[in-house]
């Protein structure tokens, strides 16, 4: 199965199919994905936000506008989607940094994980960019003491990479 119909296909829960169709995934498709990225119908988007995420995280030549992709952090509301945005941030902060405020939006968000991966997107761009390491130092020493155990994990890992 390709990458565009296992997007196509995709039910909203299940990524089995979204997994397999990697082995298939073609430089070619990485503009379809990110048009997917703003399609109406939120399963495309999960979809497509997954296989980029998959993509970016195998380290392989995509071939996608990574300006374009992060773009989506100030408009998608899909928290599905959104979470995959931001651990995207991870394998490509450079391309990321420009959308450092829409990263900063869900550093508060009432969903633990938009919240605890807004973090670890907000501290990859500061060290990319050395823009803001004063608050990314001061909200990791906050989670470090968090209530969700999520956060106080990420935390101690961000902690490492910024060296406290």
């Known amino acids: 199965m390709s990458v565009i119909e296992a997007v196509l296909s995709f039910d909203g829960r299940h990524v089995g199919e979204l997994e397999a169709s990697l082995t298939a995934y073609l430089e070619t498709d990485g503009p379809l994905l990110i048009e997917f990225c703003s399609s109406g119908d939120p399963k495309q988007r999960i979809a497509a936000t997954w296989l980029i995420r998959a993509v970016l995280a195998a380290g392989r030549d995509s071939a996608l506008d990574l300006w374009t992709y992060f773009s989506c952090l100030s408009v998608e509301t899909e928290p ?4 995959h945005l931001l651990q995207s ?8 940094s420009p959308h450092r405020e829409a990263v900063a939006r869900f550093l508060e968000h009432e969903r633990t994980l938009l919240a605890v991966w807004s973090l670890d997107a ?5 060290l990319e960019t050395s823009e803001g390491l004063d608050e990314a130092h001061r909200r990791v020493d906050l989670a470090l003491s968090d209530q969700k155990a999520s956060m106080r ?3 101690r890992h961000l902690a490492l990479l910024l060296g406290l």
């Not at 599905?80 to 979470?83: D, G, K, P, V, Y």
């Open 122 to 126: 907000f501290v990859r761009i500061a």
């Open 89 to 96: 941030v991870q394998f490509a902060p450079e391309a990321a």
């Open 153 to 155: 994990a990420r935390a």
């Open 80 to 83: 599905t989607a959104l979470l």
